[in-house]
T-cell receptor, first 114, second 111 residues
Framework: AQSVTQPDIHITVSEGASLELRCNYSYGATPYLFWYVQSPGQGLQLLLKYFSGDTLVQGIKGFEAEFKRSQSSFNLRKPSVHWSDAAEYFCAVVPLGGYQKVTFGTGTKLQVIP | DAGVIQSPRHEVTEMGQEVTLRCKPISGHDYLFWYRQTMMRGLELLIYFNNNVPIDDSGMPEDRFSAKMPNASFSTLKIQPSEPRDSAVYFC?????????FGSGTRLTVV
């Protein structure tokens, strides 16, 4: 069955530390891949996307993500976390072709401690 | 570009009442999605439209839920009658292709 998995429900990091949020997908063909961020009480904002080409993609707010086909993963990274990065992060996929149905992972809530 | 506009931002209603949530997608976006977000179930896709036509409503939880898109610039999600378990944040999103833009959501509380 097609799915997108975020194995970490909650992550706590210290301000200034590096961050990696995991995302794995299970689709017949590599889908389009996205990371969204949701601040408390807000809607979802697109951080970055991968369609094809360079497997390391840069996004807003200093985030990047690496697509690894062999691992069916699209992990989100940031070298140095800021307190304002505390939010919930969602990995999302859109299957190739057909209608643009976005499916979200369950989200990872990031807490940043001073 | 005003983005995806949802109204109201907050809605508190009594059980049994009809609730209508509204969404104005970004002009030119021919896909529109309705999502529901709860602590227990995360983000669930309820229904989506392409060129105003409902494509997949398999996520609509019950017959109490209905959605319409009478034209390219307006969509509604209606719950009738509402129940406390419908309390959630409802998001609308639109896209011309793969990258969806989300509205700020409507926080619905059914008491």
């Amino acid at each position: 069955a097609q799915s997108v998995t975020q194995p970490d429900i909650h992550i706590t990091v210290s301000e200034g530390a590096s961050l990696e949020l995991r995302c794995n997908y299970s689709y017949g063909a590599t889908p389009y891949l996205f990371w969204y961020v949701q601040s408390p009480g807000q809607g979802l904002q697109l951080l970055l996307k991968y369609f094809s080409g360079d497997t390391l993609v840069q996004g807003i707010k200093g985030f990047e993500a690496e697509f690894k086909r062999s691992q069916s993963s699209f992990n989100l990274r940031k070298p140095s976390v800021h307190w304002s990065d505390a939010a919930e992060y969602f990995c999302a996929v859109v299957p190739l072709g057909g209608y643009q149905k976005v499916t979200f992972g369950t989200g990872t809530k990031l807490q940043v401690i001073p | 570009d005003a983005g995806v506009i949802q109204s109201p931002r907050h809605e508190v209603t009594e059980m049994g009442q009809e609730v209508t949530l509204r969404c104005k997608p970004i002009s030119g976006h021919d896909y529109l999605f309705w999502y529901r977000q709860t602590m227990m179930r995360g983000l669930e896709l309820l229904i989506y439209f392409n060129n105003n036509v409902p494509i997949d409503d398999s996520g609509m939880p019950e017959d109490r839920f209905s959605a319409k898109m009478p034209n390219a610039s307006f969509s509604t999600l209606k719950i009738q009658p509402s129940e406390p378990r419908d309390s959630a944040v409802y998001f609308c999103a639109s896209t011309p292709g793969a990258v969806a833009t989300f509205g700020s959501g409507t926080r619905l509380t059914v008491v």
